[in-house]
């Protein structure tokens, strides 16, 4: 292992019996230049730990700090904790956008400040801490760093679909209408469009990678044009 893993090591507060573990998860995909194409990397693997780790560390917390919250704040608190925003904004709290390692082309097409690749990279940290030393120090790094978000929200969030229909209760009118119109891409890799009606607004429509996360992007822009 290079001597800046070595100190960014340090910098997580845990020295690595195995040191290998946190190169891999330092080592973005794209060092394979094409080799490892449609392979999966211990990269990748150590990304589907962390990602198991890190959600059930958070629902331990939220399940203790707030005794008498119901399933559904919870579970909003949680998506809103774990998400892509984020653990982006984690990773470059503790130096993992400056560590990460990846290619000339990924770099220059802006990856090291890409949201998703941080998010990635910093659940691929914590597979490797949980690999390396189990769950105690997984935990350890994932409260840390996870309190002060907790801290931050003074109530659980309202996802956009739940923020859109409340926004029409309290107009008077009707509730939004989501209808797919399109799908794209391969069956196991799908892209879904789907709009929002909503009376008095004209159809917006938002892409994911299912129905849900597409009607979701789709409220979340009829918010931004409510807003506007």
């Given at each position: 292992m290079t001597e800046p893993t070595v100190r960014f090591g340090e910098i997580l507060g845990h020295r690595f019996a195995r040191p290998e573990l946190l190169t891999q998860a330092l080592s973005h995909p794209s060092l394979g230049h094409g080799r490892q194409h449609r392979r999966v990397?211990?990269?990748?693997?150590?990304?589907?730990?962390?990602?198991?780790v890190l959600g059930l560390v958070v629902a331990d917390m939220l399940f203790h700090r707030f005794p008498d919250e119901p399933e559904g704040w919870l579970a909003r608190r949680h998506a809103a904790l774990v998400c892509r925003e984020t653990l982006?904004?984690?990773?470059?709290?503790?130096?993992?956008?400056a560590a990460l390692q990846m290619s000339r082309g990924e770099e220059e097409a802006g990856g090291r400040g890409n949201p998703a690749t941080l998010a990635?990279?910093?659940?691929?940290?914590?597979?490797?801490?949980?690999?390396?030393?189990?769950?105690?120090v997984a935990a350890a790094f994932v409260r840390a760093q996870w309190e002060p978000l907790m801290e931050e929200a003074t109530g659980p969030p309202k996802d956009a679909k739940t923020a859109l229909q409340e926004w029409a209760?309290?107009?008077?009118?009707?509730?939004?209408?989501?209808?797919?119109?399109?799908?794209?891409?391969p069956p196991h890799d799908p892209m879904f469009l789907v709009s929002v009606e909503v009376e008095g607004l004209e159809p917006v429509s938002g892409r994911g990678s299912s129905k849900r996360t597409a009607e979701q992007a789709a409220a979340t822009l009829a918010l931004e044009r409510l807003k506007g």
């Open positions: 990397t211990p990269y990748e693997r150590l990304e589907f730990l962390g990602d198991r982006a904004r984690v990773a470059v709290s503790v130096g993992i956008d990635d990279a910093c659940e691929a940290v914590i597979g490797a801490l949980y690999s390396d030393a189990g769950l105690d209760q309290g107009s008077g009118k009707p509730l939004p209408v989501y209808r797919t119109i399109g799908q794209e891409g």
